[in-house]
């Protein structure tokens, strides 16, 4: 395996920029937004908001509320309208992860990689350029955005070529910790984003400065993933090479006779299609490839419980106001950051000194499914705390247990990794990373019907039923997860061999 020495720090700090840019943004846009609707509103039944209102950088939310009500019911219907569909708009470019998968494998990580982010950054720049010029354009034109993911793929194939091109450059026994770091510097992102467009918000006097430096750390993004690029020579690197070639050779012998009868373009585009069927069509042969994506959705659709519903429940099962409960949004992330940070790295030193002590080595495989396991019950049991929380005390734990469950997406990736041949990284990936996609798009709607089937069904107790629903959902993905692999709790040799075995049944 060829490698260079600055990749895997390069990556670390693309993750960093591309999720601060991402997370400086929603707040100032969703001001922006409701300025937006306010003042149309305000227009069609009466004086307007102020005409100023999006065309300086000075407009602030109080102002806003100085002149008019923008909380009222027929400017929130569309505000929550507006960000619905746009969430929802996101799924369309997730579900083409497979195909931009191929071309990945194809063309290079790093340059699709590159297209990618580039994309990302066109889809908010365009997002601005619409809410800049209200005058111009309709609000609505926003839900148009997801066109420039067609550009690489959009936030999808960000997340998948990241960690492929990290597990394409560290060794086996590092990948897991590495993606790990990957994640932490990803959670450090949001952390650092959301306090700072808030701060931003308060300091700049409005909210286009957050969303312009937003857009500026998705520029630094692009251009550090530029370097990684060109450090890799530009194109694909010589083992993905090696990898596709290897992968065709095996069904060229058989059709060799016709294969020379067409053209040389013809050929490589029939072997390519070939190859990329193959790819496909041994994953879903996989049982264990199959457990793990199905764990994937399960824990997705539970995770999303916690940022969609917790700060309204609280509020309301509690009686806190929604500044005291936005600090519970801030303790998880935290707590998530330590977990990445210490708490797991901790454990996996500790596992590896332990079977070191007694002549062995722990496989990779084996420790991220360990992890895997005991982050999904940190989950689960967390889910149901919050859910039976009869005091606010209860809930804080189960905040702080969910936080615990935070390395179930790096790990799981780490074991689906020694899973596949090393030609299907990305394709397992992509379905990895689209399956939480669907999964996020899903969670909107179904944790704000049961939320509403607990605020109809009356009383406290009933409040909790997303969480419960979460718990349940983390309890099934807990049983998938003990069936995944054949136990691999030895040394070294033992652990090895699992892998081939599990490589084998492919």
Not at 15 to 35: H, K, M, N, S, V
Not at 170 to 183: C, K
Not at 390 to 414: H, M, Y
Request: charged share 15%; aromatic share 8%; net charge negative.
């Amino acid at each position: 395996m060829q490698q260079h020495r600055y990749t895997i720090p390069l990556i670390y700090l693309t993750t960093f920029l591309f999720l601060l840019g991402e997370t400086l943004q929603p707040a100032p846009r969703i001001q922006i937004y409701e300025d937006i609707l306010c003042d149309a509103h305000y227009r069609t039944h009466g004086a307007p908001l102020h005409s100023h209102m999006v065309t300086t950088s000075t407009d602030t939310h109080a102002h806003a509320h100085d002149a008019h009500d923008c909380k009222i019911p027929a400017i929130q219907h569309q505000l929550s309208l507006l960000l619905g569909v746009e969430r929802f708009s996101i799924l369309i470019p997730s579900l083409l992860a497979l195909p931009f998968a191929a071309l990945a494998d194809r063309y290079g990580h790093q340059l699709v990689l590159v297209l990618a982010l580039g994309g990302v950054l066109l889809e908010d720049a365009y997002a601005l350029v619409i809410c800049r010029f209200p005058a111009v354009f309709p609000l609505r034109l926003i839900w148009a955005h997801f066109v420039f993911n067609l550009i690489g793929g959009g936030f999808t194939m960000v997340v998948t070529l990241l960690h492929v091109v990290a597990a394409r450059e560290v060794e086996a026994e590092r990948r897991t910790g590495v993606f790990l770091r990957i994640r932490a510097a990803g959670v450090g992102a949001s952390v650092l984003g959301y306090v700072g467009a808030g701060v931003g918000m308060r300091v700049s006097g409005g909210a286009w400065v957050p969303w312009g430096i937003g857009l500026v750390c998705l520029g630094g993004a692009v251009g550090v993933a530029i370097v990684v690029l060109l450090s890799r020579g530009g194109g694909k690197s010589v083992t993905d090479d090696d990898e596709d070639e290897d992968d065709v050779n095996v069904n060229t012998n058989a059709n060799a006779n016709a294969n020379n009868a067409e053209r040389p373009q013809q050929r490589q585009q029939q072997q390519q299609q070939q190859q990329g069927g193959q790819k496909w069509q041994s994953l879903i042969r996989n049982p264990h490839i199959l457990r793990i994506l199905i764990l994937v959705f399960l824990t997705q659709l539970g995770f999303d419980a916690m940022p969609l519903i917790m700060a309204v429940y609280v509020s309301k099962r509690f009686g806190w106001s929604f500044s005291n409960a936005s600090f519970l949004n801030a303790l998880d992330m935290a707590m998530e950051l330590t977990t990445l940070l210490v708490i797991l790295p901790l454990l996996l030193g500790a596992w590896t000194r332990s079977r070191e002590s007694r002549g062995g080595a722990l496989s990779e495989f084996t420790k991220a499914k360990r992890i895997s396991q005991l982050s999904i019950g940190a989950l689960a049991a967390g889910s149901l705390c919050l859910g039976f929380a009869p005091v606010i005390g209860v809930a804080v734990f189960g905040i702080l247990l969910l936080a615990l469950g935070t390395g179930q997406d790096s790990t799981l990736r780490s074991m689906s990794t020694d899973l596949v041949p090393p030609s299907s990284i990305s394709l397992v990936y992509s379905a990895i990373t689209m399956l939480r996609a669907i999964g996020g798009s899903v969670s909107g709607p179904l944790y704000a019907a049961l939320y509403n089937v607990g605020l109809a069904r009356g009383g406290d107790a009933w409040l909790g039923l997303p969480f419960l629903v979460a718990g349940a959902l983390f309890v099934a993905a807990l049983g998938v997860a003990v069936g995944i692999g054949g136990g691999g709790d030895g040394d070294g040799e033992e652990g090895e061999g699992e892998e081939e075995a599990l490589l084998a049944r492919q």
